[in-house]
Nanobody, 120 residues
Framework: VQLQASGGGLVQAGGSLRLSCAASGRAFNSNVMGWFRQAPGKERVFVAAKSRHGGGLSNYADSVKGRFTVSRDNANGKNIVYLQMNNLKPEDTAAYYC???????????WGQGTLVTVSS
């Protein structure tokens, strides 16, 4: 299983970016796909995730609620998770990693990071 993330870049505070992460591999059937981030000198933390089953539940870190939206595209065999980030703040600057797993508490697969830099 491979997770390929894209969409990072440099944006001014108040701007928007959309991250994408596509999963590939014939055995991929993870229920939950989502995003974590790691700022320089800090630990990796949870950002947002969405389940495929159970009605498509979403979960967000408090710091991004109301600004970020996680969505998924599972049509026609696709396994893609998006993170729409609006009203970005300098403190959102980090490497963003996509992840997939069986539940919101367990992630088995990780993608490479995509860097998001928000200038003030």
């Amino acid at each position: 299983v491979q997770l390929q993330a894209s969409g990072g870049g440099l944006v001014q505070a108040g701007g928007s970016l959309r991250l994408s992460c596509a999963a590939s591999g014939r055995a991929f059937n993870s229920n939950v796909m989502g995003w974590f981030r790691q700022a320089p000198g800090k630990e990796r933390v949870f950002v947002a995730a969405k389940s495929r089953h159970g009605g498509g539940l979403s979960n967000y870190a408090d710091s991004v609620k109301g600004r970020f939206t996680v969505s998924r595209d599972n049509a026609n065999g696709k396994n893609i998770v998006y993170l729409q980030m609006n009203n970005l703040k300098p403190e959102d600057t980090a490497a963003y990693y996509c992840a997939a797993g069986g539940s919101f508490a367990r992630y088995n697969y990780w993608g490479q990071g995509t860097l998001v830099t928000v200038s003030s």
